[in-house]
């Protein structure tokens, strides 16, 4: 499975950005995808997931009510649309994706983007 991520960007404080994870395999709908997220000298960590049918989705506190994940998979797309950015929202988002495995433990993820930078300015 190969995963590119777009739509990275700078925003002020308080705006919205919505970040893609576009996937080559057929076999797309299949994967939970996740997005994770690394800022300067942090380690990664779990933002969001969407499992393989949609139907069931996780959020880390941190997003919860201001971030929402969405997958198209005739499009073989994720999405995460993300509102009211904060400060500490900038970092390099990464898509991934996990066969038989829903959950946040970035090592079950055997399947990694390249990252797009999401800047937030105050």
């Known amino acids: 499975v190969q995963l590119q991520a777009s739509g990275g960007g700078l925003v002020q404080t308080g705006g919205s950005l919505r970040v893609s994870c576009a996937a080559s395999a057929r076999t797309f709908s299949w994967y939970t995808i996740a997005w994770f997220r690394q800022a300067p000298g942090q380690e990664r960590e779990f933002v969001s997931s969407?499992?393989?049918?949609?139907?069931?989705?996780d959020y880390t506190d941190s997003v919860r009510g201001r971030f929402t994940i969405s997958r198209d998979n005739a499009k073989n797309t994720v999405y995460l649309q993300m509102n009211g950015l904060k400060l500490e929202d900038t970092a390099v988002y990464y898509c991934?994706?996990?066969?038989?495995?829903?959950?946040?433990?970035?090592?079950?993820?055997?399947?990694w983007g390249q990252g797009t930078l999401v800047t937030v300015s105050s």
């Open positions: 991934a994706a996990a066969g038989r495995y829903y959950g946040r433990d970035v090592a079950k993820y055997d399947y």
């Open positions: 969407i499992k393989w049918n949609g139907g069931n989705t």
